[in-house]
């Protein structure tokens, strides 16, 4: 059943009361934010105040139109949001004067910027051939999500000390959320993160519900309000249409949390502000328990796309637990806590204010990070068919030892990289043959030179290389995928040749099986000549039939192939990009085979 079928009394023409979210009470509710242990909070709220707010230029936002550049503007937008998103918890929390007013700068100098929209996204502007925003047509992204929920939400929790300490604040926030978002949502039906052409993604929930929260809390005509309710469920209903019933999402794990994410949060705030639930849709179940199928150990998680190899501790790891606690599943509670406990926080306020107020006012999140006993989530094996993704471990439960995930799938995927056929190998969790991961956006990110930027093309990804690289779109793909799922073994084998341009080769069978009994991991490659690539990471000793892959002064992988039939090359590439070294430090090594004849067996084992 759709979203909107399950929330019809809201289509029906019966008035739907709205009530505000009391799960997240105002600043006047002591109770509650008394009992918060915020003191991690408002040590970092107090250095940040000791340091100026990061001023937001029209020559760093032009950057994306003059050389590709999209960070400046960026990231220092963000580090306006995280500041503004420190000092109201802060506010909240301790009701300090200098919290409130540092707030309340950050919320007027974001409410006196030309525009909230990321320049990679601003269609107006390039439309127009020019490199600023306009005012007067603002284009509702992922920027100005950003923003309007940070206003709606800091206005609900801070609302009444705002008509004390700033009279006028709560009405140019409001001017704002309609003149940037709210109008433009009502106004403009066809945006195209919209999915009307059954393509919904990230961008989807995401925008819908931080539109949400500004309608809800912010938007004072009640029939308006309950009008925008209205068309954020007609347009999260494009999302769900869409979403793969093994739960599966194809962005990733590191895309889960801006959209999948999000359409939780949504439905809780339908609930709560409605009364109207649709938790209980099918898909919801297997969807909240794709992150933790994709963990490989620690921080690493399987990072097919645009994800990076260690995803980040910044997430709001509370919704996961919630829903693991409405849906009766142990492992995704489990997993939620664990995470959080070994992040060190409660909360990130980088993951958005909303975030951050809900997981603080649930006691039950608290005492689940403080105390919750550890659990299990790390089955045998996972196999996610609509996306194709295999993942199989040496013994169900723990990270120790050998894990394998290998990729089919095809090369028209959102956030794709030239993939098909990939596979990553852990040892004891941590990714030895590894996927490079998401290199820093640039302005070329998102259009037709995308794959020129070398982490996203096959030849820096484990998979062969038949006279040419793999190619972009979905006709690329993997054909006859066919899974082993036992207790001795896990494997996926699959036909990789309609991966590469049409007719370089009528057949190329990869097969990567975890073999339970032998403690190792087979590659069979059944095709003709050619180069197979391995990305390693860590330090890189090869010699003919092997190479070791070590940590610091540690073997812990050994790939070995029989001398006669491949022939070993093997060279580092040295980092630069900041988000890569965060996830493997200075450097990564490829090692290449170049095959003399098939077939090609690599058998990877663990170094004792």
């Excluded at 925003?133 to 603002?138: A, F, I, K, R």
């Excluded at 994800?307 to 790891?317: D, E, F, V």
């Amino acid at each position: 059943m759709s979203l909107r079928r399950r929330l019809s009394a809201l289509f029906d023409g019966s008035a739907v009361p709205l009530r505000a979210p009391e799960s997240v009470p105002d600043v006047r509710n002591r109770a509650v934010w008394d009992a918060v242990d915020g003191e991690f909070l408002l040590a970092e709220a107090t250095a940040v105040l000791a340091r100026p707010m990061p001023v937001l230029t029209a020559s760093a936002w032009a950057r994306t139109f003059r050389d590709g550049v999209r960070t400046e503007y960026e990231d220092a937008a963000g580090q306006v949001r995280d500041r503004v998103t420190l000092l109201v918890l802060a506010a909240v929390l301790d009701q300090g004067l200098p919290f409130l007013d540092g707030a309340i700068d950050g919320l007027v100098a974001l409410a006196e910027t030309t525009t909230w929209c990321w320049a990679p996204h601003e269609r107006f502007a390039a439309g127009r051939g020019e490199v600023l925003g306009d005012p007067d047509e603002p284009f509702l992204d992922l920027g100005a999500a950003e923003v309007v929920a940070l206003f709606a939400w800091a206005d609900h929790v801070l609302g009444p000390a705002f008509d004390v300490r700033a009279p006028g604040l709560r009405k140019r926030l409001q001017r704002e959320a309609d003149r940037r978002v709210l109008t433009p949502f009502e106004r403009v039906r066809d945006w195209h993160w919209l999915g009307l052409d059954g393509d919904a993604h990230n961008w989807n929930p995401w925008i819908h519900h931080a539109v949400l929260a500004a309608a809800l809390l912010l938007e004072p005509d009640p029939e308006r309000r309950l009008r925008l309710v209205r068309l954020v469920v007609e347009g999260l209903d494009h999302y769900v249409a869409v979403l793969p019933d093994d739960g599966g999402i194809d962005e990733g794990v590191a895309y889960w949390w801006h959209g999948a994410c999000r359409l939780l949060e949504a439905l809780d705030l339908l609930a709560e502000t409605t009364g109207l639930d649709a938790r209980g849709l099918p898909v919801l179940a297997p969807l909240i328990r794709f992150p933790h199928r994709m963990h490989l150990g620690g921080a690493a998680y399987v990072n097919a796309g645009d994800g990076p190899a260690r995803l980040p501790a910044a997430q709001p790891w509370h919704v996961l637990h919630r829903w693991g606690e409405r849906l009766g599943d142990a492992g995704v509670r489990a997993h939620a806590a664990s995470r959080a406990r070994e992040s060190g926080r409660l909360v990130w306020p980088q993951a958005g204010l909303g975030r951050a107020l809900a997981g603080l006012a649930d006691p039950r999140w608290r005492r689940a990070v403080a105390a919750e006993p550890a659990g299990t989530w790390l089955a045998r094996e996972e196999w996610l068919p609509r996306v194709q993704v295999l993942v199989a471990r040496e013994t169900a439960g723990t990270p120790a030892g050998l894990t394998v995930a290998v990729k089919a799938g095809h090369n028209g995927e959102r956030h794709n990289h030239l993939d098909v056929g990939t596979f990553w190998v852990a040892v004891d969790g941590v990714p030895v043959v590894a996927d490079v991961g998401q290199p820093t956006y640039t302005a070329a990110s998102f259009g037709p030179d995308r794959y020129g930027a070398w982490p996203l093309r096959s030849e820096w990804h484990n998979v062969p290389e038949p006279g040419a690289p793999q190619q972009p779109g979905r006709e690329h793909g993997a054909r006859d995928v066919r899974v082993e799922l036992t207790a001795a073994a896990t494997g996926l084998s699959a036909d990789l040749a309609g991966a590469y341009p049409e007719g370089l080769v009528r057949r190329w069978i990869r097969t990567v099986r975890l073999v339970r009994d032998e403690a190792c991991v087979l590659v069979d490659d059944e095709g003709v000549t050619g180069l197979l690539r391995y990305v390693l990471a860590g330090d890189v000793e090869v010699g003919a039939g092997y190479a070791v892959v070590s940590h610091g002064e540690s073997p812990v992988l050994r790939l070995t192939w029989d001398p006669l039939v491949a022939t070993p090359e093997f060279a580092y590439r040295a980092l630069d990009d900041p988000l890569l070294r965060a996830s493997w430090g200075e450097r990564l090594g490829r090692l290449t085979l170049v095959v003399r004849a098939g077939p090609v067996r690599v058998r990877l084992e663990r170094v004792p």
